[in-house]
Nanobody, 115 residues
Framework: QVQLVESGGGLVQPGGSLRLSCAAS????????MGWYRQAPGKQRELVAT???????NYADSVKGRFTISGDNAKNTVSLQRNSLKPEDTAVYYC?????????WGQGTQVTVSS
């Protein structure tokens, strides 16, 4: 069983920056992609950003230009650098790993953007 462990959540002021990181509990071959989703209170879970094993990123329109995803396919790690944070970025952020049509999920890390 694969576990994804997220770190880097917390409280940050509007306009601030925060970096999330995620690592798989063991080495996994043939990973198709890794990424981040988030779920705000009372809302559905939504895509934030993903990156393929080849290094191609994909972003939700709401975070383009503010968030940057990076990954190390060999180490099964993925990070999300988030700048210019807004209160609407407040959510639980989940790390994902996709392999052969199956998606593994982390347990989530809370990020709160508030003054």
């Amino acid at each position: 069983q694969v576990q994804l462990v997220e770190s880097g959540g917390g409280l940050v002021q509007p306009g601030g920056s925060l970096r999330l990181s995620c690592a798989a509990s063991r080495s996994i071959a043939n990973v198709n992609s890794m990424g981040w989703y988030r779920q705000a209170p009372g809302k559905q879970r939504e895509l934030v950003a993903t990156i393929t094993s080849g290094g191609s990123p994909n972003y939700a329109d709401s975070v383009k230009g503010r968030f940057t995803i990076s990954g190390d396919n060999a180490k099964n790690t993925v990070s999300l650098q988030r700048n210019s944070l807004k209160p609407e970025d407040t959510a639980v952020y989940y790390c994902t790993l996709g392999k052969w049509g199956y998606t593994y999920w982390g347990q989530g890390t809370q990020v709160t953007v508030s003054s």
